[in-house]
């Protein structure tokens, strides 16, 4: 690692010697000089932004810093609708909308500060199934809330939702499969139990 940064000093060094004239050349990877000697534990204080290196091309004009407060500013309001949400949970049977409401809101200011954070093209770079699925479920909560004024429509959408978001983090798949193997004999076995005999 030490190694690394000597390296980046001495590029640092000849682009400055170089005659370029500007104090914020860009280092490899597309960050400014600054940002480079920050994620290589230089003159910028601390270990630095993890994902500094990676410029965004959809996020041109931000700063780093500028991101960072953005996707703060983003991840707080989400909570906010998450906590307002939940709120409405005890009386979900007669707000449903206004619950799904609320939380398909915290999640979209979710997923504006992750995108934010780590840049909206790795974002959407990197989604896998149950990403998609999540938008899906986001979507689909949406306009049963908004165009369609369903309750029972919205209230699943904020439940499919929540199943994508657990089948999203790591290990979620494989814990709602285990749990979908221990449930579902025993829901099987209450059906066939309430079933009439013909």
């Known amino acids: 690692m030490a190694d690394l940064g ?3 000093q001495e590029y640092l060094a000849q682009a400055k010697a170089g005659g370029s004239g500007s104090s914020s050349s ?3 990877g597309g960050c400014s000089e600054a ?3 920050a994620a290589a534990g230089g003159s910028g204080g601390g270990g630095g932004w993890p994902w500094a290196a990676e410029a965004d091309p959809w996020l041109p004009g931000l700063s780093r810093w500028q991101r960072l407060a953005g996707g703060g500013l983003c991840l707080l309001l989400a909570a906010l609708c998450w906590a ?3 709120l409405y949970a005890p009386l979900l049977l007669l707000r449903a909308r206004k619950f799904a409401l609320l939380w398909s809101l915290g999640s979209a200011c979710g997923l504006s500060g992750a995108a934010l954070l780590r840049g909206p093209r790795r974002l959407l770079r990197e989604p896998g ?6 938008l899906a479920a986001l979507g689909g909560t949406l306009y ?9 429509l919205a209230a699943l959408g904020a439940a499919a ?5 657990v089948a999203a983090l790591p290990g979620g798949a494989a814990g709602l499969r285990r749990l979908g193997r221990l449930l579902g004999p025993a829901l099987r076995r209450r059906v066939a139990a309430a079933a009439l005999p013909v």
Not at 129 to 134: P, S
């Open 6 to 8: 000597r390296q980046l």
């Open 26 to 28: 860009a280092a490899p």
């Open 35 to 37: 940002e480079a000697a």
């Open 84 to 86: 307002l949400a939940a």
């Open 129 to 134: 199934g149950a990403g998609l699925l999540y």
């Open 144 to 152: 049963a809330a908004l165009a369609r004024r369903s309750a029972a």
């Open 161 to 165: 939702q929540l199943g994508a978001a």
